[in-house]
């Protein structure tokens, strides 16, 4: 199942979620109707003798139930708005500094970052629930620009590297498909159609404290109240396993196609059967975020599981699974040695063994095993769109090998709060003297001298990157801009936009990183309100589809007739009907600003469909760029479409 197709899937289970909290509202307010007639005399004698019901007072109280339950689910989600670290931090996670120093923080902050450089996203933050000793992990936000990887202390006490690797893959994996964003909205879901036996409770204590004459029915209203509450105890959790379980088998085999390997996945979900501390967790919310975790964390019933049985997923992944190595591993605990103690000559934060990491190591700053500068890729519309959200261990490999050739002066500067911003202003400045002191002179409008010579020194470090290494730069410092105040990013993105305008005109590399970064930091400012799966067709998005086709050809192209060329065989794989002339836009950058927002909100089977046809457009001379690649990734990135930073090359 490739990224789209799980999009779709989600897209499907968010309308079955819709589907059973309505009728858990329903059950839940005919319940209390039922109630509110026998407690508080709501049936009434009708002028003939015969009983009736008060409707009015019934309809009263139905619509009393709907408000409190949408009220509450509203307010829950609010709660969260704030995106991945909000959840994170509510259940008590400490953030992983990007600097830090301790050995398992830093392998953990290690393999993060290469799976999100991997995966074409930004880096998300890093949090770790000190006080859990058992073996958990859940991924939580809106979107990747607000995405947050949380992992217990048992993973960083009891698994390797690779067991740590094939857990966080499957995390990414509900990073990638638009898992978590369903998530927070169950979360609010259920928190609405619990918050009924909060209600009952408060009202049975309340009135058992008084001695009105009426309070006895009050108190049997409190009570029943309770009772139906758990009316929604039973659908919140049967709405959690409804879209929870299914997704850890889709979420366990892309982590085995990330790592292309078994070992390292099944072995962590073997320690959670052995070890006596499993991966229940010991947060008295841990049954909020039950559906969200990659083992389960409370230890429901079969009917309510959120999770396969932990034997039937190893057998999926290792069919000669035993279950009596379950008792093997806890015997070999009996004595256990933490991550920490290791030799660390052993243990490679790199994700290489020693003598790999010595060469990556050496290459450090100067992107060796990169394609040259003007190297051009052969590039397959099926590849590319099987990239997509769908990264394997090649772009793994590839991943690491950015992230290691990187010197690590401006890695440190990427991490560090106080010069992220300055590490991206850098990228952006002009080779042309005049121009560059254009620039630098606005860095000082908006911040001050200070800043603009710290830019001026990082930008000579800066001209010494390869091409590719680049955008795997201004991921790394995401997380560190990410940290900054509203009103700064807003300034951020503002100074972004007149660095590439400095000089009256938009290169393509300066619009790629500008576009990029500028599109993560707003979706990091507003997550709750960015959607990433939109309703649109093709045929209400043909004019955008056109000029975004037309700009690619152009760039991709040096003569007319195979840019002409180019354009008809891109759009024909999107639109075969459609005959448009090909006109490209004069100002190609403010054209693709206006095309990109809507095209955001095309179907993803639509997505899909353009990526392939970007795809055939860029290679329809049998050859791309780097340059070119790097276009199509970043108009990949603001489609939500995350590619890998290396494409596979088809020769």
């Given at each position: 199942m490739n990224f789209f197709a799980h999009q779709e899937l989600a897209r499907k289970q968010t309308r079955r979620m819709i589907v059973l909290f309505t009728l858990a509202v329903v059950c839940i307010v005919v319940a209390i109707d039922a109630v509110m007639m026998v407690a508080l005399g709501l049936v009434r004698e009708a002028p003939a003798g015969e009983p009736g019901l008060n409707v009015g007072a019934l309809l009263a109280t139905s619509a009393g139930v709907l408000l409190v339950i949408g009220l509450a689910t509203l307010y829950r989600i609010s709660t969260l708005s704030g995106g991945g670290s909000a959840v994170a931090m509510q259940l008590g996670a400490v953030a992983v500094p990007e600097d830090t120093t301790n050995f398992a923080y830093r392998r953990l902050r290690n393999v993060v970052e290469e799976i999100a450089i991997a995966s074409g996203v930004p880096v998300p933050e890093v949090f770790v629930l000190e006080e859990e000793q058992a073996i958990n992990a859940f991924a939580s936000g809106y979107t990747t620009a607000d995405a947050a990887i949380t992992v217990t202390q048992g993973c960083l006490d009891k698994l390797t590297r690779e067991e740590l690797q094939?857990?966080?893959?499957?995390e990414f994996s509900h990073v990638l498909n638009g898992d978590m964003r369903l998530n927070i909205r169950l979360m609010g879901v259920a928190f609405g159609i619990l918050v009924i036996a909060i209600v009952g409770r408060k009202i049975a204590q309340a009135s058992g404290h008084s001695r009105s004459r009426d309070s006895g029915g009050i108190v049997i209203l409190g009570v029943a109240m309770v009772v139906i509450g758990y009316i929604g105890v039973f659908?919140?959790?049967?709405?959690?396993?409804?879209?929870s379980r299914q997704r850890?088998?889709?979420?366990?085999?892309?982590?085995?196609?990330?790592t292309r390997q078994t070992e390292g996945i099944a072995g962590a979900l073997k320690k959670i059967g052995g070890l006596g501390e499993g991966s229940k967790l010991?947060?008295?919310?841990?049954?909020?975020?039950?559906?969200?975790?990659?083992?389960d964390g409370v230890g429901y019933s079969a009917m309510f599981a959120t999770h396969p049985r932990l034997t039937d997923r190893i057998r999926r992944l290792q069919p000669q699974f035993d279950p009596a190595e379950f008792a093997d591993i806890a015997a070999d605990w009996s004595q256990p040695v933490r991550v920490g103690e290791l030799d660390a000559s052993n243990v490679s934060l790199s994700g290489f063994a020693p003598a790999r990491?010595?060469?990556?190591?050496?290459?450090?700053?100067?992107g060796e095993g990169l394609p040259a500068h003007g190297a051009r890729l052969h590039l397959s519309a099926n590849h590319v769109s099987e990239q997509v959200g769908h990264p394997?261990?090649?772009?793994?490999?590839?991943?690491?090998?950015?992230?290691?050739?990187?010197?690590?002066?401006?890695?440190?500067?990427?991490?560090?709060?106080?010069?992220?911003?300055?590490?991206?202003?850098a990228l952006l400045l002009n080779e042309e003297p005049q121009v560059r002191a254009q620039q630098v002179e606005l860095v000082e409008h908006y911040h001050d001298s200070g800043t603009a010579s710290n830019v001026l020194a990082l930008a000579e470090q800066v001209a010494g990157l390869h091409p590719m290494q680049r955008l795997p730069l201004a991921a790394l410092a995401f997380p560190a801009l990410r940290r900054h105040p509203r009103p700064q990013l807003q300034v951020f993105v503002i100074v972004l936009r007149q660095l590439i305008n400095a000089d009256g005109r938009v290169s393509l590399q300066e619009y790629?990183?500008?576009?990029?970064?500028?599109?993560q930091v707003i979706d990091a400012l507003n997550p709750s309100a960015t959607r990433v799966m939109g309703r649109l067709k093709l045929g209400q998005a043909a004019a955008e589809i056109s000029d975004l086709f037309a700009i690619l050809a152009e760039h991709g192209h040096e003569d007319l007739q195979?840019?002409?060329?180019?354009?008809?065989?891109?759009?024909?794989e999107v639109l075969p009907e459609a005959r448009p002339e090909f006109s490209p836009p004069a100002d190609w950058a403010r054209a693709l600003d206006r095309a990109l927002p809507k095209l955001d909100m095309l179907m993803p089977a639509a997505k899909e469909l353009v990526v392939r046809g970007l795809t055939q457009a860029i290679s329809a001379d049998g050859m791309v760029s780097v340059s070119e690649a790097e276009l199509l990734r970043t108009v990949c990135a603001a489609l939500h479409c995350p590619l890998p930073p290396v494409l596979h090359d088809s020769a």
């Amino acid at each position: 199942m490739n990224f789209f197709a799980h999009q779709e899937l989600a897209r499907k289970q968010t309308r079955r979620m819709i589907v059973l909290f309505t009728l858990a509202v329903v059950c839940i307010v005919v319940a209390i109707d039922a109630v509110m007639m026998v407690a508080l005399g709501l049936v009434r004698e009708a002028p003939a003798g015969e009983p009736g019901l008060n409707v009015g007072a019934l309809l009263a109280t139905s619509a009393g139930v709907l408000l409190v339950i949408g009220l509450a689910t509203l307010y829950r989600i609010s709660t969260l708005s704030g995106g991945g670290s909000a959840v994170a931090m509510q259940l008590g996670a400490v953030a992983v500094p990007e600097d830090t120093t301790n050995f398992a923080y830093r392998r953990l902050r290690n393999v993060v970052e290469e799976i999100a450089i991997a995966s074409g996203v930004p880096v998300p933050e890093v949090f770790v629930l000190e006080e859990e000793q058992a073996i958990n992990a859940f991924a939580s936000g809106y979107t990747t620009a607000d995405a947050a990887i949380t992992v217990t202390q048992g993973c960083l006490d009891k698994l390797t590297r690779e067991e740590l690797q094939g857990v966080i893959a499957h995390e990414f994996s509900h990073v990638l498909n638009g898992d978590m964003r369903l998530n927070i909205r169950l979360m609010g879901v259920a928190f609405g159609i619990l918050v009924i036996a909060i209600v009952g409770r408060k009202i049975a204590q309340a009135s058992g404290h008084s001695r009105s004459r009426d309070s006895g029915g009050i108190v049997i209203l409190g009570v029943a109240m309770v009772v139906i509450g758990y009316i929604g105890v039973f659908f919140a959790r049967i709405i959690k396993a409804s879209v929870s379980r299914q997704r850890e088998y889709l979420a366990d085999a892309s982590a085995v196609q990330f790592t292309r390997q078994t070992e390292g996945i099944a072995g962590a979900l073997k320690k959670i059967g052995g070890l006596g501390e499993g991966s229940k967790l010991t947060h008295q919310n841990g049954e909020e975020v039950a559906h969200m975790l990659f083992g389960d964390g409370v230890g429901y019933s079969a009917m309510f599981a959120t999770h396969p049985r932990l034997t039937d997923r190893i057998r999926r992944l290792q069919p000669q699974f035993d279950p009596a190595e379950f008792a093997d591993i806890a015997a070999d605990w009996s004595q256990p040695v933490r991550v920490g103690e290791l030799d660390a000559s052993n243990v490679s934060l790199s994700g290489f063994a020693p003598a790999r990491s010595a060469v990556v190591a050496q290459a450090r700053g100067r992107g060796e095993g990169l394609p040259a500068h003007g190297a051009r890729l052969h590039l397959s519309a099926n590849h590319v769109s099987e990239q997509v959200g769908h990264p394997d261990t090649g772009d793994y490999r590839a991943a690491a090998e950015l992230s290691m050739s990187i010197p690590q002066a401006l890695a440190a500067a990427a991490h560090s709060r106080d010069q992220a911003m300055q590490v991206v202003y850098a990228l952006l400045l002009n080779e042309e003297p005049q121009v560059r002191a254009q620039q630098v002179e606005l860095v000082e409008h908006y911040h001050d001298s200070g800043t603009a010579s710290n830019v001026l020194a990082l930008a000579e470090q800066v001209a010494g990157l390869h091409p590719m290494q680049r955008l795997p730069l201004a991921a790394l410092a995401f997380p560190a801009l990410r940290r900054h105040p509203r009103p700064q990013l807003q300034v951020f993105v503002i100074v972004l936009r007149q660095l590439i305008n400095a000089d009256g005109r938009v290169s393509l590399q300066e619009y790629c990183l500008s576009r990029l970064v500028g599109t993560q930091v707003i979706d990091a400012l507003n997550p709750s309100a960015t959607r990433v799966m939109g309703r649109l067709k093709l045929g209400q998005a043909a004019a955008e589809i056109s000029d975004l086709f037309a700009i690619l050809a152009e760039h991709g192209h040096e003569d007319l007739q195979g840019a002409r060329r180019a354009y008809a065989l891109g759009l024909h794989e999107v639109l075969p009907e459609a005959r448009p002339e090909f006109s490209p836009p004069a100002d190609w950058a403010r054209a693709l600003d206006r095309a990109l927002p809507k095209l955001d909100m095309l179907m993803p089977a639509a997505k899909e469909l353009v990526v392939r046809g970007l795809t055939q457009a860029i290679s329809a001379d049998g050859m791309v760029s780097v340059s070119e690649a790097e276009l199509l990734r970043t108009v990949c990135a603001a489609l939500h479409c995350p590619l890998p930073p290396v494409l596979h090359d088809s020769a």
